[in-house]
């Protein structure tokens, strides 16, 4: 489909094809392709992937050997600098919320009120709470032995309880910020945060409903598995058993998120020169407001919890290393991005999708599910197509290139497989065959998806 408001308002004639041209566009589905195999046939690490693969792009495109090396090195640095801190403080935050016991707080008040026909809706909403600031792999791993057991308690079927768990962390991940995905694209697309964690939101929750609680009553039909008995959930207790309140964990959740809307709406809503604007604007940057969660959250969860200062300081110390793999990939990543533009492949692309009236947003999609699909990795997937896209976004507005973010993240997602760690850690925790993995969680993964660009391509038309 066509979206002529996407366009720029001038205007454009396609050059005519070149040599060179194809030379660029070939470097880039050789960089590409050489991702596609070290990650999904030699099982190499996508740092180390994504590395030879800037460099193969980079050497195939006509970069000067020093160039391609500056380049990586520029885009490692840039990306690192401008998303690294986000990502570890966001780290903090959800281990504080784990280890004082915040999460099975908002997982068992919740759980508390809801019966029979909506508790698969509380599940979900469980889910979003705590996939707010927790990565994807985290929240799973925390959540499943929960879902398990109310599954067990409630006498419902394990798809019902236990899809929209995992939409909702799945949504999350890939659209809202501060997860590494969402961040990086903003960062190569020049999105603004604020207006794509507004625009996320409201796309996250229509598509949660849909792929979470409504599909999952279809899949308890299609899929009815037996989780192994010996998965239980762990209790995450502060010292001695206390535990921070529900309205404590929730506020500290929704502190950076509110912050951030903050700033979004004061940039619409006030004058450049309004005082309030200029205060908003500093609190609600991510920096700040993720540094303001963590320091809050180290009263309202950790000391609450019972915690000793020493405790504390293991606490955000421990938060730290699981996440140097996704630091060094979300860096790699930066480096093939910014390979890819030095090179010039991305304003190839951007005259051919400009010159053919092709929508940026159907454009974003389509390259990170190609990725998605290739490599399983939604973060690899996010990286490298808001690299290719990302000359796109400079004739866009801030709304419309926000809305970009969302369609490749959107893309990202799209039907995880075999070549995806969560596809086989689902598979396990549930104790399904890859078969009912695949009927269950990847269809869901399809229907979070395609519900997604259907959602950002209709705010496109209106924004």
Request: proline share 6%; hydrophobic share 55%.
């Amino acid at each position: 489909m066509t979206v002529p408001t996407l366009m720029t308002s001038t205007p454009v004639v396609a050059a005519a094809w070149t040599g060179h041209d194809t030379r660029l566009v070939a470097a880039g589905l050789l960089g590409i392709a050489v991702l596609v195999v070290l990650i999904t046939k030699l099982r190499v690490h996508p740092f180390l992937a994504l590395t030879l693969g800037s460099g193969v792009l980079g050497v195939v495109a006509g970069l000067p050997l020093e160039k391609v090396i500056d380049s990586f090195s520029k885009g490692v640095g840039g990306t690192v600098a401008s998303v690294g801190v986000l990502i570890a403080l966001g780290a903090m935050l959800g281990r504080l919320l784990a280890d004082s016991g915040g999460a099975d707080q908002i997982v068992d008040t919740i759980l508390g009120r809801a019966r029979g026909r909506t508790l698969p809706w509380a599940m979900a909403l469980v889910a979003t709470l705590i996939g707010l600031p927790m990565f994807f792999e985290i929240g799973l791993v925390m959540l499943i032995p929960v879902v398990l057991l109310v599954a067990r308690r409630a006498g419902q079927p394990l798809m019902r309880v236990g899809i929209p768990a995992l939409a909702g962390l799945s949504v999350l991940h890939g659209l809202v910020p501060p997860h590494p995905g969402p961040l990086v694209a903003i960062d190569a697309l020049k999105a603004d945060l604020g207006i794509t964690l507004g625009l996320g939101l409201l796309v996250a929750v229509p598509t949660v409903a849909v792929a979470g609680p409504l599909f999952g009553a279809v899949a308890a039909r299609w899929v009815d598995p037996t989780p192994p008995e010996h998965l239980v959930p762990e209790r995450h207790d502060g010292d001695g058993g206390r535990r921070p309140s529900f309205a404590a964990t929730l506020f500290t959740v929704l502190l950076p998120v509110a912050l951030m809307m903050g700033k979004a709406i004061a940039d619409i809503a006030l004058a450049k020169d309004n005082t309030a604007r200029h205060v908003l604007d500093f609190v609600g940057a991510p920096l700040f407001a993720l540094l303001a969660a963590v320091v809050v959250a180290m009263f309202t969860l950790g000391r609450a919890a019972g915690f000793t200062r020493d405790k504390l300081s293991a606490t955000i110390g421990d938060s730290l290393p699981p996440i140097a793999g996704i630091l060094l990939i979300v860096g790699a990543g930066g480096g093939f991005k910014q390979t890819l533009v030095d090179a010039g492949i991305g304003t190839v692309i951007t005259n051919l999708a400009t010159g053919a009236n092709f929508s940026p947003l159907l454009l974003g999609w389509l390259i990170a599910v190609a990725i998605r699909v290739a490599t399983g990795s939604a973060t690899v997937a996010t990286i490298s197509a808001a690299g290719i896209v990302a000359p796109l976004a400079a004739s866009l507005s801030p709304t419309h290139a926000a809305l970009l973010v969302l369609a490749v993240g959107a893309g990202s997602l799209f039907f995880s497989h075999v070549n995806d760690a969560g596809f086989w850690l689902v598979k396990e925790y549930f104790g399904m065959s890859i078969g009912q993995t695949v009927k269950s969680w990847s269809i869901m993964e399809t229907i979070v998806s395609v519900v997604s660009l259907v959602l950002v391509l209709l705010l496109g038309l209106v924004v």
